[in-house]
């Protein structure tokens, strides 16, 4: 499958902050994503499953690089561990620092407008907590 033919998967809003995390994948620092389970349920779209393949977009819109998910998991977010802070490659030094940076980010201005509402977000908020790894260009025909 080509890029053309996935699933497209967006990191964040168009602009630096994605394009940091592109660059994080590109890199292999980036082999963790973490997405509020209430914004797939407000998308209408289900969770990702293990397997699932799909091309992430630049800033631009153009495909940069295709991933699959190795491990998929919806858990509160007091079971996130430092090790899948790290994981995030956002210079994460443990959870803590992981859970502030996404505490600011569910409850920005391009969240709460998407949602329509500030979603609160403590110990007991679902995420869904995502393993992937970069599908080497000569791969990306294997399903």
Do not use: C, N
């Not at 797939?40 to 799909?54: D, K």
């Not at 079971?79 to 210079?91: C, M, P, Q, S, V």
């Not at 500030?118 to 294997?142: M, Q, Y």
């Amino acid at each position: 499958m080509g890029h053309e033919e996935l699933p497209t998967l967006e990191l964040a809003f168009p602009g630096p902050e994605r394009d940091r995390g592109v660059a994080a994948i590109l890199s292999g620092q980036k082999t963790a994503l973490t997405g509020l389970l209430e914004i797939y349920e407000h998308a209408g779209e289900a969770v990702p499953a293990t397997g699932q393949r799909f091309s992430v977009l630049d800033s631009e819109g153009r495909p940069a690089v295709t991933i699959e998910l190795v491990d998929v998991r919806v858990v509160p977010m007091k079971e996130i561990d430092d090790d899948f802070a790290r994981a995030e490659g956002r210079g994460y030094a443990d959870v803590a620092a992981w859970r502030a940076a996404h505490e600011e980010f569910f409850q920005s201005e391009g969240v709460r407008e998407f949602l329509g509402r500030t979603p609160a977000i403590d110990d007991d908020t679902l995420v869904v907590a995502e393993r992937f790894r970069v599908v080497e260009p000569g791969d990306a025909r294997t399903p």
